[in-house]
């Protein structure tokens, strides 16, 4: 898999307590449609073995559930673990974008028309679960992607319980109740500040209500996401990226995307979120709109503006 992501030798395999084989329409990038999942290069919910196995552990409506996915020969082989395990399998052509259409897609860049035809396997995956991207979503707010992935990882390593099936050192997050009773100081152990702890704590309270935003169309899922103090365009935008398979829910407030953006498609630098929405809006205007599919697309091709400044220096509050 694409990105870096963690290998380790592959596990014995027991009988699996669940299987299903399934065979997409079209070309399937297992590492690009579902790699936004992956929380860095340690997350203990998401691993790739040595033999390209996916594995991923799950906080299902069912309970926790191990979910190991494998491209043979055009084919997807699913093995699942667990209580969720029946609930992650049927599921399992959403996750892989089943679901998606690209068909009503049409380029109207160079570049993305490149990438476009060069990635055929992209789909927009639909999970339908939002807390599960809803939460790292929310620790990834105004820090760097290694302060986000830290805490991640030690909160499921600390607060989570090891998932289902053959492979250790897989976690599934806590559940609402989990994460809605978590004291403030292992929040702040894990490196995270008040205003994030709470907006979590917030969320989990109300999780059934944000649950179901994955059958709303996408106004009305961005607008009950961001009734939660705390959670605000960016967040919600991110989390049903990945719930809703929302090809339209454009990240906006990011500090390097609409930079990206601009300096892809034009060379410009320092472009803002009204410029980067300027650029993107033909892609508005196409029946549900596609702007998350040109976004990927135009971050997939890897140009982005030369550095100037120094990598913005992480701190650990947890030290404090």
């Not at 014995?12 to 399934?22: D, H, I, K, M, V």
């Not at 990635?119 to 929310?138: D, F, I």
């Not at 959670?231 to 991110?238: H, L, R, V, Y």
């Not at 809703?244 to 906006?252: F, L, P, R, S, Y």
Request: charge should be positive; include cysteine.
């Amino acid at each position: 898999m694409r990105g870096g992501a963690l290998r380790v030798p592959a596990p014995r395999q027991p009988a699996a307590a669940a299987t299903r084989r399934w065979t997409p329409r079209g070309p399937l990038d297992l590492g690009l449609t579902i790699g936004p999942l992956r929380r860095g290069p340690g997350d203990p919910s998401f691993r790739v073995t040595s033999d390209g196995s996916v594995w991923r552990a799950v906080r299902t409506p069912a309970g926790p559930g191990t979910l190991r996915l494998a491209v043979r020969g055009g084919e997807v082989e699913a093995e699942g673990w667990g209580p969720g395990a029946d609930w992650l399998l049927d599921g399992l052509p959403a996750l892989l974008g089943d679901d998606d259409d690209p068909s009503p897609f049409v380029p109207r860049h160079r570049l993305v028309h490149e990438m476009h035809r060069r990635r055929p396997g992209l789909r927009l995956m639909r999970t339908g679960l939002v807390l599960e991207s809803l939460v790292p979503a929310v620790l990834e707010q105004k820090v760097t992607s290694d302060e986000a992935y830290r805490a991640w990882r030690l909160l499921l390593q600390r607060h989570g319980e090891p998932a289902p099936g053959p492979l250790d050192r897989l976690f599934v997050m806590p559940d609402a109740r989990g994460w809605a009773m978590l004291p403030s100081w292992e929040f702040h152990r894990a490196g995270v500040d008040g205003k994030r702890s709470a907006t979590i704590v917030r969320a989990a309270r109300v999780a059934s209500r944000l649950e179901e935003a994955v059958s709303m169309d996408l106004p009305a899922a961005l607008h009950r996401l961001q009734l939660i103090p705390g959670i605000g365009p960016w967040t919600a935008a991110e989390t049903l990226q990945r719930s809703n398979g929302a090809a339209d829910a454009i990240t906006v407030g990011d500090l390097h995307v609409p930079k990206i953006v601009g300096y892809a498609l034009t060379g410009e630098r320092g472009t803002d979120d009204a410029r980067m929405l300027e650029l993107l809006a033909p892609y508005g205007e196409q029946g549900d709109g596609q702007r998350h599919r040109a976004c990927r697309l135009i971050l997939l091709s890897g140009r982005t503006p030369p550095r100037r400044a120094p990598r913005f220096a992480p701190k650990d509050i947890s030290t404090i």
